[in-house]
C-alpha cells in the first residue's frame, strides 16, 4: 500500500491565486481530514470526511473548500490563495468500524507559500 | 485548546531509554490517550494509545496512572531516529469526528 499520498509536495502561490491539494489514500479508510501546521505550532483541523460524500468543518474552515466524491480522494481547494494561508497541510485518514474511528494516517504534506 | 501539558524540549543519550511525560488532569472517563510523533517535516506518526491499562507494542510502552491524569511514554532504547517533536492527546476514540488536538508538544533529542 502507498497509504495516504499528498501533491503537489511544495507550492508557490501569488495572493488572490487558487488551487487545489491533492490527497489519496489505499487503505479503504472511511474517514479523512485536512490539517493544516503553521511554523513551531501543533497541527489545526481544517475538514474532514467520514465518508464519500459527507464532509464537515473543524477548527480554521476559513479560505477553504473541500469534496469527497469517493472514498479514496479527498481534496482541498483554497480559494483567493492570502498569506495567513502560509502554511504545511497535512492530509490523514483512519479506518472505522461502526462508530469507532482508530489512529490516523497521516500523508507527507504540502508546503504552501502564498506571497 | 490541547487538553494535555508536555514539557517543552527533553534530550536522551543514545541507546538509553526515554521517557516522555503528559499531564491530563481533565481527562474525561471515555477519553483515551494517544500519541503521535513527528519527525522534522514528516506528517505525525501514530505511536501508541491507551485508556487505563499500561499498553506495549514495537515501538514503545505507554504508562498511564490510576487515577489517569498522566502518562509516561517510553522510549525503550532510544536512537538518533527517534529524534522527533512528540505530541500526547486525549480523545474520545469512538468518535471519528473528534479531531486530534495537537499541541506543541516534546521536542525529544537524542544524543550519539
Known amino acids: 500500500n502507498a497509504g495516504v499520498t499528498q501533491t503537489p509536495k511544495f507550492r508557490i502561490l501569488k495572493i488572490g491565486q487558487s488551487m487545489t491539494l491533492q490527497c489519496a489514500q489505499d487503505?479503504?479508510?472511511?474517514?479523512m481530514y485536512w490539517y493544516r501546521q503553521d511554523p513551531g505550532m501543533g497541527l489545526k483541523l481544517i475538514y474532514y470526511s467520514v465518508g464519500a460524500g459527507i464532509t464537515d468543518k473543524g477548527e480554521v474552515p476559513n479560505g477553504y473548500n473541500v469534496s469527497r466524491s469517493t472514498t479514496e480522494d479527498f481534496p482541498l481547494r483554497l480559494e483567493l490563495a492570502a498569506p495567513s494561508q502560509t502554511s504545511v497541510y497535512f492530509c490523514a485518514s483512519s479506518y472505522s468500524r461502526g462508530a469507532t474511528a482508530y489512529e490516523q494516517y497521516f500523508g507527507p504534506g504540502t508546503r504552501l507559500t502564498v506571497t | 485548546d490541547a487538553k494535555t501539558t508536555q514539557p517543552t524540549s527533553m534530550d536522551c543519550a543514545e541507546g538509553r531509554a526515554a521517557n516522555l511525560p503528559c499531564n491530563h488532569s481533565t481527562i474525561s472517563g471515555n477519553e483515551y490517550v494517544y500519541w503521535y510523533r513527528q519527525i522534522h517535516s514528516q506528517g505525525p506518526q501514530y505511536i501508541i494509545h491507551g485508556l487505563k491499562n499500561n499498553e506495549t507494542n514495537e515501538m514503545a510502552s505507554l504508562i498511564i496512572t490510576e487515577d489517569r491524569k498522566s502518562s509516561t511514554l517510553i522510549l525503550p532504547h532510544a536512537t538518533l531516529r527517534d529524534t522527533a517533536v512528540y505530541y500526547c492527546i486525549v480523545r474520545q476514540t469512538f468518535s471519528g469526528n473528534t479531531p486530534l488536538v495537537f499541541g506543541k508538544g516534546t521536542r525529544l533529542s537524542v544524543i550519539a
Open positions: 487503505m479503504n479508510h472511511n474517514y
